[in-house]
Each structure stands twice: as structure tokens, then as C-alpha cells.
């Protein structure tokens, strides 16, 4: 069974950065895409970015340019580089990782952004 954990998320001030991280456990399992979704309060949970085991990414266009998606794929990990935050940017982020047909959840970190 594959459980995903995230951590780094915290309260920063506007323009402040942040690097969230998530470790898949469990050995064996290859990740064709790993992503990161957010969810703001009453919003619906929306794709941050998304990156496959070959490298090759994707972002919204709200984060494009300040945020920057990468994995270590011998650890299982992906990573979420968060630079200029904005208050818009405040959410929980969750990690989610794919290997077909199966597809996995992390329990989700919180940032806050404030002004």
C-alpha cells in the first residue's frame, strides 16, 4: 500500500517562498505523473502542476513562472518550489501520484499567505 506524505506548508508573508515536499512510501511502485492540486476554503480542489517520470511539466496558468514542480524519481518524491506568494496562493496542498491504474492522495498541507 502506498501512503503519500507531504510537509512544508506554513504561514509566509506575501512575496515570501516555500518548498513543499511529499515521499511516496512503499518500494516498487513507478509514478508516471505526480502533481500537486490545491484547495482553498469553499473552492473546489484545482491542479497546481504536474510532472511526468520523464521530466516534462505542466503548471496553471496562476502559478506559471513563480512556481516550480520536480521529482527525484530514486526517492519517490516530488517536490513544489512556491516563489512571489500571493495571498490567493493560500490553500491546502495535496500531493497525488499516479501509477495505472491506481491513484494516490496525500492528506493534504496547509499555506497561508498573508498580507
Known amino acids: 500500500q502506498v501512503q503519500l506524505m507531504e510537509s512544508g506548508g506554513a504561514l509566509v508573508r506575501v512575496g515570501g517562498s516555500l518548498r513543499l515536499s511529499c515521499a511516496a512510501s512503499?518500494?516498487?511502485?513507478?509514478?508516471?505523473?505526480m502533481a500537486w492540486y490545491r484547495q482553498a476554503p469553499g473552492m473546489q480542489r484545482e491542479l497546481v502542476a504536474v510532472?511526468?517520470?520523464?521530466?516534462?511539466?505542466n503548471y496553471a496558468d496562476s502559478v506559471k513562472g513563480r512556481f516550480t514542480i520536480s521529482r527525484d524519481n530514486a526517492k519517490n518524491t516530488v517536490y513544489l518550489q512556491m516563489n512571489s506568494l500571493k495571498p490567493e496562493d493560500t490553500a491546502d496542498y495535496y500531493c497525488?501520484?499516479?501509477?495505472?491504474?491506481?491513484?494516490?492522495w496525500g492528506q493534504g498541507t496547509q499555506v497561508t499567505v498573508s498580507s
Open positions: 497525488n501520484a499516479n501509477a495505472p491504474p491506481y491513484n494516490y
Open positions: 510532472i511526468t517520470r520523464g521530466g516534462r511539466t
Open positions: 512503499g518500494s516498487g511502485f513507478r509514478f508516471d505523473y
